[in-house]
Structures are given as structure tokens and as C-alpha cells.
């Protein structure tokens, strides 16, 4: 990222701005409603699934999408990130690499990034600080288990959601075994909140975020960097030379030193690491990250209620003939509230519900919740054309990775290759596009026992089919494909259609491809719910599985299938083999077509 340049992020920057003449209405099949911000990439827009869902869809500047370089770059940046998956991320609802105008499409998040909160607001509370460093390194952890290093992080990079911090941003991040990112007349990253490693121009790994998500632990807590205040690339050079003059901690909180001191190690090898990180700052916090309640200060809180109320209304594009669209106001439990005023104390507004004739454009946003990863969204409920047959032959269920990433700055090299560069495949298919705005088709689920206000849209396919997933026989891998009903033999190739797998490997896991989630009933709805809501850890280990406390008997378990259906197994038994370190589970799996 050049110096200066302005990031893009997923939340609703200051407030909401209309639509200008030049913007456009509509992208591919999305209604465009209101701009959330401009970076040196490309333009934010809010915009709806079908199903409603609020994304933040950036649409990158035609001159990014005529250069072959950028969109190779790209595409390669959207591939990286569809690897990960994990706690306080942002996914990726839908993506376009290869059309005439390359677009992204992530969920959508109210708030406002950490750098606004600084510089608005000053330095936060030490509980607040260890919280947010707590829960991005979960997110770092899952970023990394992905094989993938983020490269910028700072505080322009983590947004602040009221319910817990985002980490955002991946237009840098990039495979760990990726040739380093160069570009002609820029810098790659951030200078101030580089690692020694990264501002020494040697190839950085995991350790390098971690190195930066120490700086950005100080200057949260104090208003102060480690390395002084001086320019980017005198901030930059001090870094480089940590190893043999590092950063003087004792004006931080002794509080926080311990947790400064392993980030900012000048050797990568003697930091601690993602994980470790979690757990120093849950100690230290007194309380579990996961508990959200009253996480940011009163006047954060306030102005992230701000910004959530002025997106539930965005403004109306501006009429040339009328002037600019008159200021919404919206309902609160404390009465009428227009944008610019403040929330009272207390006031913690919801999402309230459309009116029954809105159009599904047009809904509600809906905020992700930070203690679990973010829902990734399946294919609308529309008429579509017979599935073709599935190969006989797969190929790797690396691929069936789940669509996660933040929407972010993309700084693409003008040269310098990477090796095993990828091309477009059936993986760039829409996951939850909108065709031309209209009501939703509607269809009745014999399952379903709503009102008929609030019929199911779902056919089942099969339901309660005894399904057993096995253990293999011997170490090896083999996946779970909920679409055929299917359970891969021990070295079979897959096609990345797998929700599951099993692994009897360094003591065996079950790894879900597709985010899993826990219903709490049988219906469609509830599963969908579960899916979205109760997500499980993408990786349960074999202890977990043998003790039977996180899948007991009875447990249902939800996805959105690879094929965009809607799974539901129910375990009805669970048996220990001897000859193997995963339990046998049986279960009765339904499938429904959305």
C-alpha cells in the first residue's frame, strides 16, 4: 500500500453517503443503496442478498480491471482468503474475477475501524486493549492455520463491531510460501507497523502479524508507538534494527509489558504465538473473550450505535432536480433519532424488522457476531436449470475450503511472478447472487410448522437417511460429501464438494469445509439458524470427539452444503473402536433445497 493511500473497509466509515450521478444503481444483480467508502482500489457500496443479508460490495476502478497483472492478483488474493476460516473474520459472500468490472462482496459490519477510534477518541482502557488484541489473535490464528500471512496489519485494519473486533483488510495478505509482493514506485504494507523481518525485506511468516499486533497492543493502550513518532520511514528503520537496539518498554503499563515484550521480539522464533497470545490476554482481561457485553467504552459504544442506526435507513441518492435527499431518522426504544445525533446512554438500538411489503433489497442489515465465524451465505431460492452429473473423478478437497475474507485494499505487483499461479474455475460461480429484484419464489415444506405467513421456501430432497461416518481403518483422510450422500474411501481424490473430514492422522480430527453450526430444532429455519448463529470450530480433535461433549447423542448439526442446499445430522450413536483414535458416529441426515 502506497503511503497515504486510504483503505476500504467493511463498515459504514462515517455515515452512509448517498449515490452520486456517477454511481451506479446496480451490479451485477445487486441494488447498490448507498456508498460506505473509496480507497485507492475501488468504491464501497451496501447492497442485499436475496435472502437480505447486508453486504459491503466493492467494485474495483476499471482501470485495476483492464490490467491482466491485476486481476491474476486478484484472483489469486480471493483464493488465499477462501482458505480461511475462523473467529472475529469477515467472509466473502459473492466475488466476481473475471468479468468486465471485477467485483467483492463481504458481509457487511457497522462500526468503525481502531485508527478512527484513536484519533477520535484517544487511547482505550487496558480491559478494552486486552480484548481487542485477544480476539485478533484468534483471528490471526485462523488466518495462519490457512496458510496465509496478512502482511498489513494496523489499526486501519481491525474494525470495531459492538459486539467485539474485526480483523479486515486482506488486500496484502498472501499465501506463506507466496513470492514477496513488490510493486513498481510503492511500498508493500505499512512502515510504521512492519515487522524487523518484513521492513528488512526478508521473507516474513505468522510471527510477522504477531510483531505487529504488538505495536498496534501500545499504541491502544498509550497514544504512543514503541519506535517514537518520527516519519514512516524513520519509524520503519528503526524497526529494521530492533535485533540491536529494541524498543524501551518501561513507560507501558506493567499490566501490559509482559505481552509487549513476547510480540516484539526482534527473532521471529522467540514470539509467541497466535494462541498463546489468546489465552495471556483472556488471563489478563479477567473474563473470557467471548463475552462481549460492555466491551468498549460508553462513548465508542454510543457512536457505534450511531452508525448502526444510520445504516438501517441508508440515504436516498441525491435528485439533481430536488438537491441533496433529506436526513432518515429512526426509531429507538429512546424515540426518534436522526444520524448526526447522539445515542443516549444505555440505548443499544437493534435491527428492526422491514415492513412485510419491503423487498428483500432492501432489508434490515444484519450484524455479524464476532464469538463465532461469520455466516457464509448460500444461493438464494431461485429457479435454476438441472444440476450437471457429478464427476466420478475428484480432484483435491483442499478447494472446498469455506468463502471467508474481509473486504480490503488490494495492492497488486507490476511485477515479480508467483510460482503455481491459479486460474478461474467453477469456484468463481455467485453464492448468494440476487437476480432481478422481486419477491422471493415460495415453496412448501411438508417438515415445516410456521404460520402460512412464514412458509418454508425448502423441498426436501430425503430426510432422517441413516448416514454412518466411519473412521478410517488406517491413517489417512477421507471426506464427507452431504450433497450425494457420499463417504470418500482412504486416498480417493475429491472435488472440493466435501462438507467434511475425517482424519486418523496425528491422532484425528474432523475438519468441516463448510461452516457447521447446532440447530436447535428440526426445521429448516432452525437449521439454517444453527448454520449461521452456534458455528462450531472449523477442527474438533479426537479427545473432544471421544468424551462426547461436544457432539452428543441428539445433536444436530447444520451446514450450507458446497452444492448450496441445506444439511441437517442428527447423531442418534456414538461407538469407540479400538483400532482407532475417532468414535464411529451414526446419524439420520436430511437434505433440503433452498
Known amino acids: ?16 453517503t448517498p449515490l452520486g450521478p456517477d454511481d451506479p444503481r446496480e451490479t451485477a444483480g445487486y441494488r447498490l443503496l448507498a456508498r460506505i467508502g473509496e480507497g485507492g482500489m475501488g468504491t464501497v457500496y451496501l447492497s442485499h442478498t436475496r435472502g437480505g443479508q447486508a453486504v459491503a460490495l466493492k467494485l474495483i476502478r476499471r482501470e485495476f480491471g483492464d490490467d491482466p497483472e491485476f486481476r491474476r492478483r486478484f484472483e489469486q488474493e480471493v483464493r488465499a482468503a477462501r482458505r480461511v476460516q475462523g473467529y472475529h473474520l469477515v467472509p466473502v459472500v459473492d466475488h466476481d474475477t ?32 486486552f480484548r481487542l488484541v485477544g480476539c485478533t489473535a484468534r483471528a490471526l490464528a485462523a488466518i495462519h492455520a490457512a496458510g496465509v ?41 505499512t512502515p510504521q507497523f512492519m515487522s524487523p523481518e518484513h521492513a528488512l525485506g526478508e521473507p516474513v511468516g505468522p510471527a510477522t502479524d504477531v510483531f505487529s499486533l504488538g505495536l498496534i497492543a501500545a ?7 514503541p519506535y517514537g513518532t518520527g516519519g514512516a520511514m524513520t519509524v520503519a528503520a528503526q524497526i529494521a534494527n530492533t535485533e540491536h537496539r529494541p524498543p524501551r518498554l518501561d513507560g507501558y503499563p506493567q499490566e501490559l509489558r509482559p505481552l509487549l515484550e513476547r510480540c516484539l521480539a526482534a527473532d521471529p522464533r522467540e514470539r509467541i504465538t497466535p494462541a498463546e497470545l489468546a489465552a495471556l490476554c483472556e488471563r489478563s482481561a479477567g473474563r473470557p473473550l467471548n463475552e462481549s457485553a460492555g466491551w468498549l467504552p460508553e462513548p465508542l459504544a454510543a457512536e457505534i450505535a450511531r452508525r ?3 445504516a438501517q435507513r441508508p440515504p436516498k441518492p441525491a435528485d439533481p432536480l430536488t438537491g441533496p435527499p433529506s436526513v432518515p431518522t429512526y426509531p429507538s426504544p429512546a424515540g426518534t433519532i436522526a444520524p448526526g445525533d447522539p445515542v443516549p446512554p444505555g440505548t ?4 428492526a424488522t422491514p415492513p412485510p411489503h419491503q423487498q428483500p433489497t432492501q432489508a434490515s442489515p444484519q450484524p455479524v457476531h464476532p464469538t463465532m465465524p461469520p455466516p457464509v451465505f448460500a444461493p438464494a431460492p431461485v429457479t435454476a ?5 457429478r464427476r466420478a473423478v475428484r480432484v483435491a478437497a483442499a478447494a472446498g475450503a469455506a468463502l471467508l475474507l474481509v473486504a480490503g485494499t488490494w495492492v497488486i505487483a507490476t511485477h515479480g511472478d508467483d510460482k503455481g499461479g491459479d486460474t478461474t474455475n467453477a469456484d468463481d460461480r455467485h453464492s448468494d447472487r440476487p437476480s432481478t429484484p422481486g419477491p422471493d419464489p415460495e415453496a412448501t415444506d411438508s417438515g415445516s410448522s410456521g404460520p402460512p405467513a412464514q412458509q418454508s421456501s425448502y423441498k426436501v430432497i430425503f430426510k432422517d437417511r441413516p448416514f454412518a461416518l466411519r473412521a478410517p481403518a488406517e491413517p489417512s483422510v477421507i471426506g464427507v460429501d452431504l450433497d450425494e450422500p457420499r463417504v470418500s474411501g482412504p486416498g480417493e481424490f475429491t472435488d472440493g464438494d466435501d462438507e467434511l473430514e475425517l482424519s486418523e492422522v496425528s491422532g484425528g480430527s474432523w475438519t468441516f469445509r463448510t461452516p457447521m453450526g447446532k440447530s436447535t430444532g428440526a426445521t429448516p429455519e432452525q437449521c439454517l439458524q444453527g ?10 480433535r479426537e479427545k473432544e470427539l471421544q468424551r462426547g461433549q461436544t457432539l452428543p447423542v441428539g445433536t444436530r448439526l447444520c451446514t450450507v452444503t458446497s452444492d448450496g442446499n441445506l444439511a441437517m445430522l442428527k447423531i442418534t450413536k456414538v461407538e469407540k473402536r479400538a483400532t482407532n483414535d475417532l468414535p464411529d458416529y451414526f446419524t439420520e441426515l436430511t437434505l433440503w433445497q433452498r
Open 1 to 16: 500500500m502506497r503511503a497515504g493511500e486510504a483503505p476500504i473497509s467493511t463498515g459504514t466509515g462515517d455515515i452512509l
Open 98 to 129: 473475471s468479468g468486465q468490472q471485477p467485483w467483492l462482496a463481504s458481509a457487511f459490519v457497522p462500526g468503525m475501524s481502531l485508527h478512527t477510534a484513536l484519533t477520535d477518541h484517544g487511547p482505550l482502557p487496558l480491559p478494552t486493549v
Open 348 to 351: 443499544r438500538p437493534g435491527f
Open 219 to 225: 499504541l491502544t493502550a498509550t497514544g504512543r508507538h
Open 385 to 389: 436449470p438441472a444440476p450437471e452429473p
Open 149 to 189: 500471512v496478512h502482511r498489513d496489519l494496523k489499526p486501519g485494519n481491525i474494525l470495531l463491531g459492538a459486539d467485539g473486533p474485526y480483523v479486515i483488510d486482506f488486500g496484502i495478505a498472501r499465501a506463506a510460501d507466496a513470492t514477496q509482493l513488490t510493486r513498481s514506485g510503492g511500498l508493500i504494507g
Open 308 to 310: 448502526e442506526l444510520a
Open 531 to 540: 448454520s449461521q448463529s452456534d458455528v462450531l470450530p472449523s477442527e474438533i
